[in-house]
Nanobody
């Protein structure tokens, strides 16, 4: 089992920045991929960025647009999402997810999910 705890969400104004963290605990051998997904009110959950333990990454270019950076600290079992130039369209619940496998957007393949951290961007 893997436990994921997100933190770092909050309310910011347009153009602001936030850094989300996802701390993983439990059986580290059950996961080699971690990802950020988000779900805005009334919308389906979508992938933001994902990273493998070896450093391979994918990003949803339509979401990231050069503003978000995913990273990880393997020694701390923590993944990060640095978000800059935030706008109201980024308002959503951001979820951390993990799995063992290949980096992908297929949410069905992610076995472990955190409770989410809310990001609210106001103008």
């Amino acid at each position: 089992q893997v436990q994921l705890v997100e933190s770092g969400g909050g309310s910011v104004q347009v153009g602001g920045s936030l850094r989300l963290s996802c701390a993983a605990s439990g059986d580290t051998y059950s996961r080699n991929v971690m990802a950020w997904f988000r779900q805005a009110p009334g919308k389906e959950r979508e992938g933001v960025a994902a990273i493998s333990s070896s450093g391979g990454k994918i990003e949803n270019v339509d979401v990231v647009k050069g503003r978000f950076t995913i990273s990880q600290d393997n020694a701390k079992n923590t993944m990060y999402l640095q978000m800059t130039s935030l706008n109201p369209e980024d308002t959503a619940m951001y979820y951390c997810a993990a799995k063992y496998g290949s980096v992908s957007w297929d949410q069905k393949t992610y076995n472990y999910w955190g409770q989410g951290t809310q990001v609210t961007v106001s103008s």
